[in-house]
């Protein structure tokens, strides 16, 4: 069984830091490509980030880029998102998901609806 778990997420002021971590096990396939996505309230999924866990590789949403980034632990299957000088924009529930290693160039996208497994999520609330 798959289980992608993510942590990380709570409560800091504008300006402030924080470091998302996301976990999978039993994944079936001989490597992952992980996203990690965001649900402000009342708003649409939206992707930020992905990674290869194979080679590295990375892609960032333009609203993201300079401010967050996504890096691997390939040997613990653990993937970050550093997240830097946040904003009240950026709270939101934050989401980790995998799928396969040959679709990067598909997954790269950070189409939602292309990835297959999902972490529960982790809550960011940024105050003002």
């Known amino acids: 069984e798959v289980q992608i778990v993510e942590s990380g997420g709570g409560w800091v002021q504008t300006g402030g830091s924080l470091r998302l971590s996301c976990t999978i096990s039993?994944?079936?396939?001989?490597?992952?490509?992980i996203g990690w996505f965001r649900q402000a309230p009342g708003g649409e999924r939206e992707g930020l980030a992905c990674?290869?866990?194979?080679?590295?590789?990375?892609h960032y949403d333009d609203s993201v880029k300079g401010r967050f980034t996504i890096f691997r632990d390939a040997t613990k299957d653990t993937v970050y998102l550093q997240m830097n000088n946040l904003k009240p924009e950026d709270t939101a529930v934050y989401y980790c998901?995998?799928?396969?290693?040959?679709?990067?160039?598909?997954?790269?996208?950070?189409?939602?609806?292309?990835?297959?497994?999902w972490g529960q999520g982790t809550r960011v609330t940024v105050s003002s």
């Open positions: 039993g994944f079936p396939y001989d490597g992952w490509i």
């Open positions: 990674i290869s866990g194979t080679d590295g590789n990375t």
């Open positions: 998901a995998a799928d396969r290693p040959d679709l990067w160039y598909l997954l790269r996208t950070l189409r939602d609806h292309e990835y297959d497994y």
